[in-house]
């Protein structure tokens, strides 16, 4: 019995389309490993060819499907040519999982400078924006849709020396909010996931500029460590998956308690 309801878990997504940008390492990756084994036909969406190619291979040796679409998402053409060959290759799509994103160096506001802001407002906040849009349009076609855009809790409350970073995640909050309001009765929910420091490519990055900053970061969190990419991967499935059917322009925090005290 035990062993029948653990399939019945494993395959919730049999049958769905789902698509997940910055797909080719981190959380993408976990996620986009997640739908696959739930069953799910998988669209890896990023601009790393390599990565986004040994994503979906990945995918596919461990019994799953999925296609691989080099796409910058930051621009608009891009874009939109990744939700049409997810139609016209797999014929709809269910869940996005708008993920990718970039880091900003730890500075003080004072220090940053404007093409810094440019950057990580394109990826972070126009990224968003543009895979919401195009992504919308197909889910109104069809009726229904979930769709999850990774915040930060950067997004929730601010982030000293991250002040552009956090800025670009309030505006995901903020258009996952006002979607989530536009298109539910097009029964489409719409909520953004909010981790904390999560054991990632971009944390390592981040850690190999500042080493000392591992253990004063630790120290912050309740739960005595950071985070793993499987533990947002399995929020997000939980926020596309008929579970979470009354819940939309939420912000689940995923953080190790660190925006409870
Ligand atoms: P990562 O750097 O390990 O992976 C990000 C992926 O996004 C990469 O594969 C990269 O190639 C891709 N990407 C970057 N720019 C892109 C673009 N223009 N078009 C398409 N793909 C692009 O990062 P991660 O830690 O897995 O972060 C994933 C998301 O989670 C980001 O939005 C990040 O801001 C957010 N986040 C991460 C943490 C953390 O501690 N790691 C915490 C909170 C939020």
Redesign the pocket.
């Known amino acids: 019995m035990v062993g029948k309801n653990k399939v019945q878990q494993e395959k919730a997504f049999e049958g769905k389309v789902a698509m997940v ?9 976990a996620t986009a490993l997640a739908f696959g084994r739930a069953g799910a036909c998988v669209v890896v ?4 060819v390599d ?2 190619h040994a994503t979906a291979a990945m995918i596919v040796e461990a019994g799953g499907k999925a296609l691989f679409v080099q ?4 621009r608009a053409n891009e874009v939109e040519a990744l939700i049409d060959k997810t139609v016209s290759y797999y014929g709809k799509l269910d869940c996005a999982f708008n ?5 900003e160096e730890y500075l003080h506001l004072a220090d940053t400078d404007e093409a810094m802001f440019d950057r990580i407002m ?3 906040v126009k ?1 968003a924006w543009l895979c919401m849009k195009y992504q919308l349009r197909q889910m109104v076609k069809q009726g229904n849709g979930a769709i999850v855009n ?5 997004g929730l409350v601010g982030a000293p020396t991250q002040a552009i ?1 956090a800025a670009s ?1 309030h505006a995901v909050v903020g258009m996952t909010k006002t979607a989530a309001a536009e298109y539910g009765r097009s029964g489409i929910r719409i909520n953004s996931v ?10 390592a ?2 850690l190999e500029r500042e080493p000392s900053r591992q253990k004063s970061l630790r120290n912050l969190y309740p739960i005595g460590r ?2 793993e ?1 499987n533990e ?1 991967a399995n929020a997000a499935l939980w926020l596309c998956s008929e579970q979470a059917s009354f819940v939309t322009g939420h912000q689940l925090t995923v953080d190790g308690g660190l925006t409870a005290i």
């Open positions: 940008t910055g797909a080719a390492g981190g959380i993408g990756r969406a990023d601009m790393s990565g986004g796409t910058n998402v930051t993920n990718a994103g970039i880091e394109n990826v972070n990224g990774t915040a930060s809790v950067a970073y995640k909010c981790p904390g420091v999560i054991n990632t490519p971009m944390l990055r981040a950071f985070g990419a947002i």
